[in-house]
């Protein structure tokens, strides 16, 4: 019994897969342009800077924004994010921005784990990159430039599925009947 225990437990384990990335979309900031600073502290413990608003591409002069309507940017100086309780593999998002963007990843201690400049998009504001930017650590905080345009911000990188194709599904689960086939095999005495 023991083994047929460990057999179920190890092919559920498999099947699952987690994720524990946060995403910050902005559109449920329905006023703009306001100030994000704390909206997101309750649900995801992020804040930003006073400096960074969100706007909506209705009241603004920009489009095909990744999630619709809302959007963040500065246009007085560089702003922080900040995650006390910190985010680890990843921070992903997209960008609209009409010269080189500075990105910069902190952990707590101040040290840099990450740090790109992102290329200027062509037909900005309304043609937009996806970037990932992978880092070893856990970040607390995030310098994002100014006069760019930013959505979907995500913390925290989306656990892969194991199985990524059907093939890998079917010899997985074609194993696992293999083992319950072997596992309940009458012994003789």
Known sequence: ?????????????????????????????HAT???VADY?????GVTFESNVGAY???DHEFSNEPSSQTIIFSLTSPFYMYKPSGFSDALS??????????????DAEGTVLASVTLPPTPGVPN???????PF?????????????????????????????????????????W???????KPRPL
């Open 1 to 29: 019994m023991k083994p047929l225990l460990i057999s179920y437990i190890f092919f559920f384990t498999l099947l699952q897969t987690q994720s524990s990335a946060v995403l910050l979309n902005f559109d449920g900031i």
């Open 33 to 35: 342009p306001s100030p």
């Open 40 to 44: 997101y502290e309750s649900t995801y």
């Open 56 to 58: 909506n591409h209705t």
């Open 93 to 106: 998002f997209f960008y609209s921005a009409k010269n080189s963007s500075p990105i910069v990843i902190y």
């Open 127 to 133: 043609a937009w990159e996806h970037i990932v930017i």
């Open 136 to 176: 070893e650590g856990v970040a607390t905080r995030v310098q994002f430039a100014y006069i760019t345009l930013y959505d979907n911000i995500q913390l925290g990188a989306v656990a892969v599925p194991l199985f990524v194709d059907a093939a890998s599904f079917l010899l997985v689960l074609m194993l696992f």
């Open 178 to 184: 293999l083992s319950l086939h072997y596992i309940h």
